[in-house]
Nanobody
Framework: QVHLVESGGRLVQAGGSLRLSCAAS????????MGWFRQAPGKEREFVAA????????YYTDSVKGRFTISRDNAKNTVYLQMNSLKAEDTAVYYC???????????????????WGQGTQVTVSS
């Protein structure tokens, strides 16, 4: 069982930056691949970024490549999402999620994640 708590979301102007954090409970954090997803009003939840268990491999959706960076600190049981050059279309509730799979197959698929946080609201004003 993994309990996830996101933080760091707030209102920011377009072009600004935010860093989201996701703190995980438990002593097996390093056994999980971690992902960030987002859901805007009236839209389906979509993949944003993911990171392998040791942090060596990262994945991004095309719309955030070059602007967002996912990282993790296994000693602190925390995964981060650094978001730069924010745009109005980045406005959404951001969720972190964990999956105990070794394979990268389905890493962009929300249904392949077992544990989810409650979400943190990011609002980008244009």
């Amino acid at each position: 069982q993994v309990h996830l708590v996101e933080s760091g979301g707030r209102l920011v102007q377009a072009g600004g930056s935010l860093r989201l954090s996701c703190a995980a409970s438990g002593r097996t954090f390093s056994s999980y691949s971690m992902g960030w997803f987002r859901q805007a009003p009236g839209k389906e939840r979509e993949f944003v970024a993911a990171i392998s268990r040791n942090g060596g491999i990262t994945y991004y959706t095309d719309s955030v490549k070059g602007r967002f960076t996912i990282s993790r600190d296994n000693a602190k049981n925390t995964v981060y999402l650094q978001m730069n050059s924010l745009k109005a279309e980045d406005t959404a509730v951001y969720y972190c999620a964990a999956r105990p799979l070794i394979t990268s197959a389905g890493i962009r698929d929300a249904t392949k994640y077992d544990y989810w946080g409650q979400g943190t609201q990011v609002t980008v004003s244009s």
